[in-house]
């Protein structure tokens, strides 16, 4: 019995030890799994990182496929247009445009139901920033800006403003 209480308090005292240093070492398996969360938390925030970098770059690859499909790139457009559009004092304003692909033109307007030749005016023309407007340079009292379609121009307005209303489609130049 004398061994039993010896041995007793030597065996409390090993079961406490154990206990606060099994309390003091985290387990193997914990910080296994600790080291894995770690892991895959990289894992995502590089993953998102890709992703929005992939995103960008189609963003990017639109937006430059958007700025290479307009007039001037995509379609035939030197040549020369016709049409008669309306005019406040005569029967009509018989209209030709010839763009040429060196950037020059020439404008020829007719007042049909009056008496006098043909108006010319020639020189060269510049793209307006999205490629699809040409503008006439050195007029400055009749519209100069003219959008350009499949086969066809659009003769805008004083300020460069698409015409609307009843008329509107007479101010289509039919290509020649």
Known sequence: MKKAFVLAPLALVAVLVGCEQQANDKPATE???ESAVENVQAGAEQAMDSAENAVDAAGDAVNEMVDHHNAKLS?????TYQGV???ADCEGIDTTLTLNQDNTYILSKTYLGKQGEAFKESGTFK???????????????SPNHFFVAENQVIMQDMNGETIEGDLAEMYHLKKQ
């Open 31 to 33: 910080t296994q799994v």
């Open 75 to 79: 379609l035939d457009w030197n040549g």
């Open 85 to 87: 559009v309306p005019c």
């Open 127 to 141: 793209w307006d920033e999205t490629g699809s407007v040409v503008i006439l340079e050195g007029l400055t009292d």
